[in-house]
Nanobody, 121 residues
Framework: QVQLVESGGGLVQVGGSLRLSCDAS????????MGWFRQVPGKERAFVAT????????AHAPSVKGRFTISRDIAKNTLYLQMNALKPEDAAVYYC??????????????WGQGTQVTVSS
């Protein structure tokens, strides 16, 4: 059974940092890109960052570039998102996904259940 399990979310103050993790199991993910998306109530799920299958290439949404960094440990089947200088608008449920190297939700085949990030001012 393929599973993506996110962890590391929580409550943080504006300007603070969090590190999200996504543990993948059920198959090898070394042939798939892995990414992070986020969603707030009433809005569509939005691209945050993605890392290529071999972990060499990465892309970040303009709104998080310079503050967030995606990385992956292929041997551990784990994806990370280091989030620094958090802003109130970063508050959302963050989802881990695996699929094609893309910014589009529909290009990802596997999804986690999400982890809540709350940013207090």
């Amino acid at each position: 059974q393929v599973q993506l399990v996110e962890s590391g979310g929580g409550l943080v103050q504006v300007g603070g940092s969090l590190r999200l993790s996504c543990d993948a199991s059920g198959r090898t993910f070394s042939d798939l890109a892995m990414g992070w998306f986020r969603q707030v109530p009433g809005k569509e799920r939005a691209f945050v960052a993605t890392a290529s299958a071999n972990g060499v290439s990465a892309a970040h949404a303009p709104s998080v570039k310079g503050r967030f960094t995606i990385s992956r440990d292929i041997a551990k089947n784990t994806l990370y998102l280091q989030m620094n200088a958090l802003k109130p608008e970063d508050a959302a449920v963050y989802y881990c996904a695996a699929g094609a190297y893309s910014v589009r939700v529909n290009d990802y085949d596997y999804w986690g259940q999400g982890t809540q990030v709350t940013v207090s001012s």
